[in-house]
């Protein structure tokens, strides 16, 4: 398939007979990686899902910053973000790595919505935005109450199909991922955005919000406070109750992650949260109790699953990484 490129108004993908020039990784077995610490279980459930001799194997080494992996059914294929190198990439199960947008607004976090589209949030153009199946490219949502976003980072689509996603300032303040310039808003939020009717919910504020994720029977929110990067306290993973208005109750500090922050995050079957950090995925019961770490070799980013949730796919700095999950992880 051919690379989009965003910064035209509106194209289509030619077909997969594309030109080489996308291929960046021709198929093939992944490669081990070596001098990596085996996972750590600190629950014995953990160890269940996550065993001991599972070992994370690279998919793909030559990002600048990863970010942002999800798996688009449409495609059958993995995309991520390569936030610095302007590009969305796609892997396949036969190993191979192609361009599927190229000169990107600096996009960062992705997720599918219920008609199947690839939704981005874009920091140099401050919104969101989505690719259909078919190629079609096309703005989403720019503004909240006539005022541009800050610098949109990570979306997810709720069981009713609105677009829940973070707005902190990252976009805003370094260069190589955004554009400088003054928050027209003043504060970094959360929002829901419903695409059948065009409406912007300001849902809720946090320092830097970062990652987000539903639990299981969309009942709590979890998002992730980042703003220690920005010389804040935040190194925290909040939750909030989903109330039946959609509108969000009283928050409660869920986890706060060391070292580092918790960035990407996200919610497997069984309602444990999968969260990034310094030192690799950690990962935590529903009830907040820290079951285990996947340690990885740079600091981690963002994590996605495949379908069946029985591979994790992480993200970190040029890395694409994934890890084979064990029996324990049938839902």
């Given amino acids: ?40 279980a600190s629950d014995s459930r953990f160890a269940a899902v996550v065993p001991h001799h599972a070992r994370l194997v ?40 192609r361009v599927v947008i190229d000169a990107t607004p600096f996009i960062n976090g992705n997720t599918v919505d219920r008609d199947g589209n690839l939704v981005h949030c874009e920091h ?42 973070t707005d902190p300032a990252y976009g805003l303040r370094l260069p190589k991922q955004g554009a400088l310039a003054e ?16 409406s912007v919910r300001r849902m809720a504020d946090l320092g830097q919000p970062n990652g987000l994720a539903f639990a299981p029977d969309g009942r709590t929110l ?14 925290t993973i909040h939750a909030y109750p989903v109330l039946d208005d959609r509108s969000l109750g009283e928050r409660r500090i869920f986890a706060e992650v060391e070292p580092g ?14 969260s990034s950090s310094e030192a690799g995925v950690q990962v935590y019961s529903a009830e907040g109790h820290r079951l285990g ?14 379908p069946a949730e029985r591979r994790v796919f992480i993200t970190s700095k040029a890395h694409l990484y994934a890890l084979d999950l064990g029996v324990g992880a049938t839902r």
């Fill in 1 to 40: 398939m051919s690379a989009l490129r965003p910064s035209l108004p509106s194209t289509t993908l030619a077909e997969e007979t594309s030109a080489m020039s996308d291929v960046l990784r021709h198929a093939g077995p992944a490669e081990p990686v070596p001098h990596v610490d085996p996972p750590r």
């Fill in 58 to 97: 690279s998919l793909y080494d030559q990002a600048i910053f990863a970010e942002g992996p999800t798996w688009w059914p449409a495609r059958d294929i993995l995309v991520w973000s390569d936030i610095e190198g302007r590009r969305v990439l796609g892997w396949r199960a036969d190993g191979c790595v």
């Fill in 124 to 165: 140099g153009n401050r919104r969101l935005s989505r690719t259909t199946p078919g190629g079609r490219y096309e703005a989403l949502v720019e503004t909240y109450e006539g005022r541009r976003f800050n610098s949109p980072n990570d979306v997810i689509c709720a069981a009713d199909g609105a677009l829940w996603f």
């Fill in 183 to 198: 928050s027209d808003l003043g504060h970094h939020s959360v929002y829901r955005f419903d695409p059948r009717d065009g």
């Fill in 222 to 235: 979890y998002v992730s406070d980042t703003s220690r990067t920005e010389g804040g306290d935040g190194h």
């Fill in 261 to 274: 922050v918790p960035d990407g995050l996200r919610v497997d079957g069984r309602g444990w949260v999968w």
């Fill in 293 to 306: 770490l996947i340690p990885t070799p740079q600091v981690c980013s963002n994590l996605c699953f495949d």
